[in-house]
């Protein structure tokens, strides 16, 4: 994959008690395509920290990255804010 091809997603932070792994819950809103409401969906994500800088609550933007684990297959980018 090239550099420009990699998705980024925004969430908050669900979980930072594993080792240089946050779990990153990822809400995504659309319109329901017969009943034309607005629906919701919830995803979890776990993505590698390598300096465990991200906490419980913060948003952050995580990237596409080559498999660390099984189920580790993000990279956190950036942390765009802190939970107060």
Do not use: C
Not at 5 to 19: A, E, L, Y
Not at 26 to 41: A, C, G, I, N, T
Request: aromatic share 6%; hydrophobic share 30%.
């Amino acid at each position: 994959m090239t550099e420009a091809r990699k998705q980024t997603k925004t969430g908050v932070v669900v979980s930072d008690k594993m080792d240089k792994t946050i779990v990153v819950n990822v809400e995504r809103q659309f319109m329901h395509p017969l009943y034309k409401k607005s629906v919701r969906k919830h995803k979890k994500f776990k993505a590698h920290d390598e300096k465990n800088d991200a906490r419980e609550g913060d948003v952050v933007r995580i990237k596409e990255h080559r498999p660390f684990s099984k189920d580790k297959k993000w990279i956190l980018s950036d942390i765009i804010e802190r939970r107060k």
